[in-house]
């Protein structure tokens, strides 16, 4: 009897999931992006219920219950940032999605366990990012440890000189497909501070929650990750120049 | 007289500070230092469009519906989900579909090859390829899934002599998968190269396939 009380909740969930085409055109972005110290926008991350839906605290307790509703609610209010989350970090749907789930799924075991201590996006966000980094780790990525040097040539002087001149300036140059492909060029640990801050808009104490680091070690990863971006943006720039410079000698070569 | 105490920063202090507060603002000092080190004043810039760019991309994604249908059927399986309604449906409908299993067997399967050969078009997607795969009639040919369709709706009728309030439930919710079904063939049709579309009919018909799964199973063991 159970077994069928179940199917047929899982036949209204079926329905739920019906698709609307037009809806894949929705996105949000929640951040609360700063530059130069100053916050550039407001928007705030954390949805509320609406039009009568559970809210997040009432659907954690639901779910703790059991509650299939409750369990799809929460589902519903963090997915998206968790799949995000995922796809940066390992850069194609197909591994996203299983992160996604396996994520989910580990949230869903434990959350008998949640007591409110942390917020539970965050809880939820170190749990994701745990499942990432464990799945690089088993694809024998080089990981980083927040706690290490990973850049064994990096100087420890001044700013590099040999590059960053001004004829290679990434202001007005750098696009939003060729900063994706340097991001997922970035070791684990900083494109994990990375995204999380710089995409996801989330404060260093929360990252350092999430990453089970210090407040200073988040932001002098993300230093790092941010110099390695430029490193890599600039050798992109570097090939896309020399390439224009061998079509133009082309181009003179047939026309001498 | 003491020495002139040093007012100039250096290079590496700079990146100091970036290293210790990334976005916070610059004091005079730093500010001083910029207006006189072009590599620095590089640097900072290239952060600064570092940042900016990293604002247009998005911070959320949708996830496939597939997804959260995999996890519930997990969590269903490990017994982690609470079921506390609908069980006043089975008994009327259990016995129609006992009798009328061959028919909604026929439709899931249908509904199955659709799908196994719209994901067929997708992976076997290549660049050299691509011509062919745009081609509007990779799509599912429209006789079996009229076949699917009109098992599904003999099926249905056949209902109403057993349960309405069922067979309307059944309806519903049927109408809605298949308008979604409806509205994605129109877009892959209109646009053939949208990977997107075929993802969402791709989608629609897996949902369609469960629905009619999970009507089966409800049939079945209520017919135990």
Not at chain 1, 206 to 232: D, T, V, Y
Request: hydrophobic letters at 40%; glycine letters at 6%.
């Amino acid at each position: 009897m159970r077994v069928q009380a179940r199917r047929a909740q899982t036949l209204d969930t079926c329905l739920s999931r019906a698709l609307a085409w037009d809806e894949y055109n929705s996105r949000s972005k929640g951040r609360i992006p700063k530059i130069d110290g100053v916050p550039t926008g407001s928007v705030p991350r954390t949805r509320r219920s609406e039009t009568g839906e559970l809210s997040e605290s009432e659907a954690i307790r639901l779910a703790q219950d059991g509650d299939a509703g409750a369990f799809e609610r929460i589902y519903q209010l963090h997915s998206r940032r968790v799949y995000a989350l995922c796809l940066r970090m390992v850069g194609n749907t197909a591994e996203a999605e299983d992160l996604t789930q396996e994520a989910f799924l580990q949230l869903f075991r434990k959350i008998g366990t949640f007591r409110g201590e942390s917020a539970f996006s965050t809880w939820l966000h170190r749990l994701s990012v745990n499942v990432v980094l464990m799945k690089l780790r088993k694809k024998a990525l080089p990981e980083t440890s927040l706690e290490e040097q990973t850049e064994p040539d990096e100087e420890t002087g001044g700013p590099r000189k040999d590059i960053g001149g001004p004829d290679l300036l990434l202001t007005g140059s750098v696009d939003r497909v060729n900063l994706q492909r340097a991001v997922e060029q970035l070791p684990p640990g900083y494109k994990a501070v990375f995204v999380l801050h710089d995409i996801q808009g989330y404060e260093h104490n929360e990252i350092a929650q999430i990453m089970s680091c210090s407040i200073g070690n988040s932001k002098s990863q993300l230093h790092k990750a941010r110099m390695r971006l430029r490193e890599l943006l600039q050798e992109t720039l570097r090939d896309q120049a020399r390439q224009q410079r061998q079509a133009a000698r082309g181009e003179t070569a047939g026309t001498d | 007289m003491g020495e002139k105490a040093r007012t100039t920063m250096l290079c590496h202090e700079l990146e100091d500070i970036f290293s210790r507060e990334p976005d916070s603002a610059l004091p005079p000092s730093a500010a001083e230092h910029l207006e006189t080190c072009t590599v620095c004043r590089a640097l900072a810039a290239d952060l600064k469009a570092i940042r900016l760019a990293s604002l247009e991309l998005p911070a959320e994604e949708d996830a496939p519906t597939r997804v959260w249908a995999r996890i519930r059927l997990e969590l269903e399986a490990e017994g982690l989900i609470r079921e506390p309604r609908l069980e006043e449906e089975r008994g009327s409908a259990a016995n129609w579909f006992f009798f009328q299993r061959p028919a909604f067997a026929g439709a899931v399967l249908a509904l199955l090859i659709l799908a196994a050969g719209l994901v067929g078009v997708r992976r076997t997607r290549t660049g050299t390829n691509l011509a062919a795969d745009l081609n509007p009639v990779s799509l599912p040919a429209s006789d079996d899934q009229e076949a699917s369709l009109t098992s599904t709706e003999a099926g249905i009728e056949s209902l109403q002599q057993v349960d309405p309030q069922v067979q309307a439930v059944f309806k519903r919710d049927l109408a809605l998968v298949d308008d979604a079904i409806s509205k994605c063939e129109k877009s892959v049709r209109e646009q053939p190269g949208n990977d997107l579309a075929r993802e969402y009919l791709y989608d629609a018909y897996q949902q369609k396939a469960q629905l009619l799964a999970v009507a089966m199973d409800r049939g079945t063991l209520g017919g135990r």
